[in-house]
């Protein structure tokens, strides 16, 4: 039983690194780029962000609410080389579901809601 355990987690560890790379393995990586540009965000080292949902705000920051109950309002996403700023909107949330902006507030469902 240890043995399967054991076999089984680490299969399960290494599933997201292949992932990555199916496009190279299918031979669809080039027609993707043409469609999806996949760009590293750098995030804040003390922050932990676990993303659940998101929401385009009218100036064009983004808003995340996160699994930890945080909501961050993000600028400087789109530049080409992005160093975005990220600004803690809201925390005490639990576990962000879906997130909206309407009438100047938003509109959040989270876990003890549903």
Not at 107 to 114: F, K, M, P, R
């Amino acid at each position: 039983m240890n043995r399967l355990f054991k076999t089984s987690l680490f299969f399960l560890v290494l599933t997201p690194l292949d992932a990555e790379e199916v496009g190279d393995r299918w031979g669809t990586a080039d027609r993707e780029r043409e469609f999806y540009r996949i760009v590293d965000i750098p995030i804040p080292k003390d922050e932990v962000i676990e993303a659940g949902a998101f929401t385009v705000l009218p100036d064009d920051r983004i808003a995340v609410g996160t699994r930890r109950g945080d909501i961050f309002i993000v600028s400087g996403m789109d530049d080409p080389k992005p160093q975005p700023s990220y600004h803690r909107f809201a925390t005490g949330l639990d576990e962000i579901f879906g997130l909206s902006w309407k009438n100047d507030s938003f509109y959040v469902t989270q876990s003890g809601e549903l």
